[in-house]
């Protein structure tokens, strides 16, 4: 073949691949808000109004980011938040922010998308239903998805090697962009969380934070040093018990993408020689991984982090809290260096498997009831859910607020099968036990 043969054949070889490149530009580029009666619609707009006046009412703002972690468009961000604290200054809230993970965005049609509406619906039907056993007002359920470019290749052949590129562009924007929407948007939540202080009636407003695959790397790497410094702020040495408080109400990621090691100071700190937790706290932190995703499992150990093969590690000595107090155990950190943190068996806290006769519930059905069912877990305790049931491994305090479940391979089948109606249901219950609000005194 002659040079210039071989210059033209590559030319258009590099061009065939730039031209598989995946969409680098934002999504959600208008700004009016949309209006509709349904889940499809509003493929364009920052900000949605879904269902309005119906028992799943809820909004959706998404909020874009690009591969250096930075806002693809400010205004798009301020949109969302300035219809949210309109919204926070007459009515209470539950905010339920999702940032997807590997080989998804924020484009019309993703599954992501897709899914998260329908968990958004859901909530608000539970919400509905919670409000009316509760007689109080309903809250607005505000979604926030976080949208990033989760692949650059839309070549099948190519979508697998951008394993490692993707990694590190969620810790770009985990680093660079994402803690500023969080904190905004908890600080709608906390002023009117504020305001209802001022009239002595409890808090009502809540925040969930979602994170999948490296979507929950991205939520980690934005959260840590929040958590982290919240349970310090908790403990103290004034009321060396009082409850723990993580970021917002809930942070919940799914089949995560990063390392045990990185999780160590949380995990050590929560233990901490079995302290008591109250019966009245709830799920704070949870961390669910399916025994059959390969992606965290197998590829992750020798894709994940490159670097670990030259570093030195120890073995160090850390506690568990058992039923029979404190017990030491070892920790190979090479390994928790390599492994993702639900594979990472000294830290796994519970298994999830199916629930062999379903609980079909009644009409009645009261979801005060979850938060008691919670509240009553003891070492080794099962507690049921809809179609799930939920097993302590021993190795916390049962109300250790933070939760590392496995979860059995049916449920979750792969890195991506998240949203199967067991995983979901089980989710919405979670949701549900940690924004459930305390009851207000009647006047």
């Given at each position: 073949m002659s040079y210039k043969k071989c210059l033209v054949l590559i030319v258009l070889s590099l061009s065939a691949l730039l031209g598989a490149c995946a969409h680098n530009e934002i999504y959600r580029n208008e700004l009016n808000k949309c209006i509709s009666d349904s889940l499809d619609n509003c493929e364009k707009n920052a900000i949605a109004h879904h269902f309005p006046n119906t028992?799943?009412?809820?909004?959706?703002?998404?909020?874009?980011?690009?591969?250096?972690?930075?806002?693809?468009?400010?205004?798009?961000?301020?949109?969302?938040?300035?219809?949210?604290?309109?919204?926070?200054?007459?009515?209470?809230?539950?905010?339920?922010?999702?940032?997807?993970?590997?080989?998804?965005?924020?484009?019309?049609?993703?599954?992501?998308?897709?899914?998260?509406?329908q968990l958004l619906a859901g909530i608000s039907h539970n919400e509905t239903v919670a409000s009316q056993q509760d007689k109080r007002a309903k809250r607005k359920i505000l979604g926030a998805y976080i949208g990033w470019r989760g692949d650059s290749s839309v070549l099948p052949i190519l979508k697998y090697t951008t394993f490692w590129s993707r990694k590190y562009t969620a810790l770009q924007?985990?680093?660079?962009?994402?803690?500023?929407?969080?904190?905004?948007?908890?600080?709608?939540?906390?002023?009117?969380?504020?305001?209802?202080?001022?009239?002595?009636?409890?808090?009502?407003?809540?925040?969930?934070?979602?994170?999948?695959?490296?979507?929950?790397?991205?939520?980690?790497?934005?959260?840590?040093?929040?958590?982290?410094?919240?349970?310090?702020?908790?403990?103290?040495?004034?009321?060396?018990?009082?409850?723990?408080?993580?970021?917002?109400?809930?942070?919940?990621?799914?089949?995560?993408?990063?390392?045990?090691?990185?999780?160590?100071?949380?995990?050590?700190?929560?233990?901490?020689?079995?302290?008591?937790?109250?019966?009245?706290?709830?799920?704070?932190?949870?961390?669910?991984?399916?025994?059959?995703?390969?992606?965290?499992?197998?590829?992750?150990?020798?894709?994940?982090?490159?670097?670990?093969?030259?570093?030195?590690?120890?073995?160090?000595?850390?506690?568990?809290?058992?039923?029979?107090?404190?017990?030491?155990?070892?920790?190979?950190?090479f390994t928790a260096d390599r492994t993702t943190v639900g594979h990472f068996e000294p830290y796994q806290t519970h298994k999830l498997a199916p629930l062999q006769d379903k609980n079909i519930r009644k009409s009645d059905f009261n979801f005060r009831d979850l938060k008691k069912a919670w509240a009553g877990q003891s070492f080794g305790s099962q507690l049921d859910f809809e179609e799930v049931q939920l097993t302590h491994l021993g190795r916390t305090h049962p109300l250790n607020p933070l939760l590392n479940i496995y979860v059995d391979g049916s449920l979750i089948k792969d890195h991506n099968d998240i949203w199967r109606k067991e995983v979901m249901g089980f989710l919405r219950d979670i949701i549900t036990i940690g924004i459930t609000p305390y009851l207000v005194p009647a006047e």
């Open positions: 028992d799943k009412e809820f909004h959706l703002g998404f909020i874009e980011y690009d591969d250096q972690g930075q806002l693809r468009d400010r205004a798009q961000m301020e949109k969302v938040l300035d219809t949210y604290s309109t919204i926070t200054g007459t009515d209470d809230v539950a905010v339920i922010v999702f940032v997807h993970g590997w080989q998804h965005d924020a484009a019309p049609g993703d599954s992501n998308v897709e899914s998260f509406k924007v985990g680093l660079l962009g994402v803690t500023e929407v969080l904190l905004k948007l908890g600080r709608i939540v906390n002023i009117k969380a504020a305001t209802n202080m001022t009239k002595s009636k409890p808090p009502s407003s809540r925040m969930v934070v979602i994170g999948h695959s490296f979507g929950g790397q991205v939520v980690f790497t934005a959260l840590k040093q929040v958590m982290a410094d919240r349970i310090i702020d908790t403990r103290g040495d004034r009321i060396f018990q009082e409850n723990y408080k993580a970021f917002g109400n809930l942070v919940v990621l799914i089949n995560p993408a990063f390392e045990a090691l990185r999780a160590s100071t949380l995990f050590d700190m929560l233990q901490n020689n079995c302290r008591h937790y109250p019966k009245d706290l709830p799920p704070s932190l949870v961390i669910l991984t399916s025994e059959a995703d390969a992606v965290t499992r197998y590829i992750f150990p020798y894709v994940g982090r490159n670097a670990v093969l030259l570093e030195s590690h120890q073995d160090l000595t850390r506690h568990i809290c058992t039923k029979d107090g404190v017990a030491k155990i070892t920790i190979d950190e």
